[in-house]
């Protein structure tokens, strides 16, 4: 299997999400290692909408592959601003790119709570050291 991408500039989560701060917004997906664990993605089910609240560590919605139905985290608290409706009629696009086919933008509560998660090389040697 090849090695997961882990991009620089963005934050990461345990559970496998990503986060970028873009404009005062936080862009949230799963990450190429979480592609790799789900395999081919049939479904995403995003639970919020626009002006919903989404909390650190608790679930906005689903993604089913193949393989299994997982759920998606909140990296860091915040209001939502988007979500990306592409995804409802091509889930596939997560799988061709992971890190365009973003699923939820919120605007943080604190937006120095993303310095909580990881960097890249964080997150590089936790994928190293977990016997996932």
Same mark, same amino acid.
């Given at each position: 299997?090849?090695?997961?991408e882990? /991009? $620089?500039?963005? /934050?990461? +989560?345990? @559970?496998?999400?990503?986060?970028?701060? $873009?404009?005062?917004? *936080?862009?949230?997906?799963?990450?190429? =290692?979480?592609?790799? $664990?789900?395999? @081919?993605? +049939?479904?995403?089910?995003? @639970?919020? !909408?626009?002006? !919903? $609240?989404?909390?650190?560590? %608790? #679930? =906005?919605? +689903?993604?089913?592959?193949? %393989?299994?139905? #997982?759920?998606?985290?909140?990296?860091?608290?915040?209001? *939502?601003? /988007?979500?990306?409706?592409?995804?409802e009629?091509?889930?596939?696009?997560?799988?061709? !790119?992971?890190?365009?086919?973003?699923?939820?933008?919120?605007?943080?509560? /604190?937006?120095?709570?993303?310095d909580?998660?990881? @960097?890249?090389?964080?997150?590089?040697?936790?994928?190293?050291?977990?016997?996932?």
């Amino acid at each position: 299997m090849s090695k997961p991408e882990v /991009r $620089q500039g963005l /934050r990461y +989560t345990k @559970d496998h999400e990503w986060a970028k701060l $873009q404009n005062g917004e *936080v862009l949230i997906g799963i990450s190429s =290692f979480a592609v790799s $664990q789900l395999g @081919d993605i +049939t479904l995403v089910n995003i @639970d919020v !909408d626009p002006g !919903d $609240q989404i909390i650190a560590g %608790k #679930s =906005f919605g +689903t993604i089913e592959s193949v %393989k299994t139905l #997982s759920d998606l985290f909140g990296p860091v608290d915040g209001s *939502v601003v /988007r979500v990306n409706v592409d995804l409802e009629e091509r889930p596939e696009l997560i799988n061709e !790119d992971c890190y365009a086919g973003w699923m939820i933008s919120i605007t943080p509560m /604190r937006p120095e709570a993303l310095d909580e998660l990881m @960097d890249a090389a964080a997150y590089t040697a936790y994928l190293e050291s977990s016997a996932h």
